[in-house]
Each structure stands twice: as C-alpha cells, then as structure tokens.
Nanobody, 127 residues
C-alpha cells in the first residue's frame, strides 16, 4: 500500500520556523515531482511548492516565495518544506502529494496532476 506521511507540524508564533517532512512508503517516488499544498479552514486547497524529480526545478506560490524552501532526499524517499518567518495566514493543514507523471519538468501547481496524497499535518501560527 502506497502511503505519504507528513510530520513536523505544530503550534508556533509569528516569525518562527518549522520544517515539515513527508515520507513515502510502498513505492519510491524518485522519478516523480512532489508538491506541498495547504488548506485553511473555509478555504480551498492551494498550491504551496513543488520540486522536480531530481530537485533541480522548484516552484513556489507567491505568498511563500522567499520564506519557504522545498527540498528532497530521494535516498530517504522524503521531501521537506522549510518554513521561515511564519505568518498567521500560513495557518492550515499541509499536505504532500506525488505527481501522477514521471520526469515532469517544469513542475506543476495543479492539484489535479497529483494522485497520491498524505493525510496532512496541522500548522498553526499565532500572532
């Protein structure tokens, strides 16, 4: 059974940092782009960041550009999201996902192109 499991969420204050991790089991995703999405209460799920299969291509939402960094370690079947200078508006459930296509570049921000999803991890930023 294929699973993506996120971890690293929590309650922090504005300006703090968190690092989210997402580890895959059941199969390797070393040839798939991976992405992070988030969903705040009452809002639709939105794209946060994505990284290509080798890690050489990344893309970020404007709202997190310069504050968040996505990375991956294919040997560990894990991707990361380093979140710095967190703001209250970053509060959401964060999900990782795997691109349905292999070797896609550039990466896509469309959630419909991702077909494996984790269960999510809550990030809460207090002001």
């Amino acid at each position: 059974q294929v699973q993506l499991v996120e971890s690293g969420g929590g309650l922090v204050q504005a300006g703090d940092s968190l690092r989210l991790s997402c580890t895959a089991s059941g199969r390797a995703f070393s040839t798939n782009a991976m992405g992070w999405f988030r969903q705040a209460p009452g809002k639709e799920r939105e794209f946060v960041a994505a990284i290509s299969w080798k890690g050489g291509w990344t893309s970020y939402a404007d709202s997190v550009q310069g504050r968040f960094t996505i990375s991956r370690d294919n040997a560990k079947n894990t991707i990361y999201l380093q979140m710095n200078s967190l703001k209250p508006e970053d509060t959401a459930v964060y999900y990782c996902a795997a691109d349905r296509r292999q070797f896609r570049v550039p990466v896509t921000s469309s959630s419909g192109e991702y077909d494996y999803w984790g269960q999510g991890t809550q990030v809460t930023v207090s002001s």
